[in-house]
């Protein structure tokens, strides 16, 4: 089955800088990857999501980036702000069959004011 | 997101019981799917449903099943045979294989703890 690994687990930046967190997965047949963010105690939001036939994606300081060739997959937030600090999981799932999503083990990002 | 609902919030597991945790959703989503948290840890997939009257078992089924009668409901018995059932509990749904849509959408989860 689909394995998604994660890295960093976490990861402190001051407020204003970029953060970067990486993907991999092992299944070919993955096609669609979403990014969640979750706060303590709360569900999971999805905060950007990326198809197989797309390389990036942007939404205002979030963007993901896919590498199919390598099979990893990138999340980029710009100016960070305090209240980006969650953690965020990333994951991926097939077209076909289980079509449910593998994720990964997150990484807990902390923004320094 | 909105349109998912757990019920209860917190819940609280005798030893030899079995609980049951609720999943209902109105967004008229065909896919709906259980998945376990531990503290520190990504989600870990229980069962999933396509479809009314059809579930498959996920990567952590042992221990726990599923219905699926109604659309808009899957809830999620945690049997006794679960011998660590400390967990948060979270249902998803999405559009499914029909609809075209994979992007799941989360109900706020149920904390099980045991007594």
């Known amino acids: 089955g689909e394995n998604v690994e994660q890295h960093p687990s976490t990861l402190s930046v001051q407020e204003g800088d970029s953060a970067v967190i990486k993907c991999t997965y092992s299944d070919s047949a993955s096609n669609y990857f979403p990014w969640y963010k979750q706060e303590l105690g709360k569900r999971p939001q999805l905060i950007i999501d990326?198809?197989?036939?797309?390389g990036e994606k942007k939404d205002q300081r979030i963007a993901v980036t896919l590498n199919k060739t390598a099979k990893h997959f990138s999340l980029h937030i710009t100016e960070t702000q305090p209240e980006d600090s969650a953690v965020y999981f990333c994951a991926a799932s097939m077209g076909t069959g289980r079509r449910a999503l593998t994720f990964g083990s997150g990484t807990r990002l902390q923004v320094q004011p | 997101d909105g349109g998912i609902t757990q019920s209860p919030k917190y819940l609280f597991r005798k030893e030899g019981q079995n609980v049951t945790l609720s999943c209902e959703q109105n967004l008229n989503h065909d896919a709906m799917y259980w998945y376990r948290q531990d503290p520190g840890q990504g989600l870990r997939l229980i069962y999933y449903?396509?479809?009314?009257?059809?579930?498959q078992k996920g990567d952590i089924a042992e221990g726990y099943s599923v219905s699926r009668e109604k659309k808009e409901s899957f809830p999620l018995t945690v049997t006794s045979a679960q011998k660590n059932p400390t967990a948060f509990y979270l249902c998803?749904?999405?559009?499914?294989?029909?609809?075209?849509?994979?992007?799941?959408?989360f109900g706020p989860g149920t904390r099980l703890l045991v007594l």
């Open positions: 998803a749904s999405s559009r499914g294989l029909a609809g075209g849509g994979e992007t799941q959408y």
């Open positions: 990326i198809r197989s036939n797309v």
């Open positions: 449903s396509q479809i009314v009257n059809d579930f």
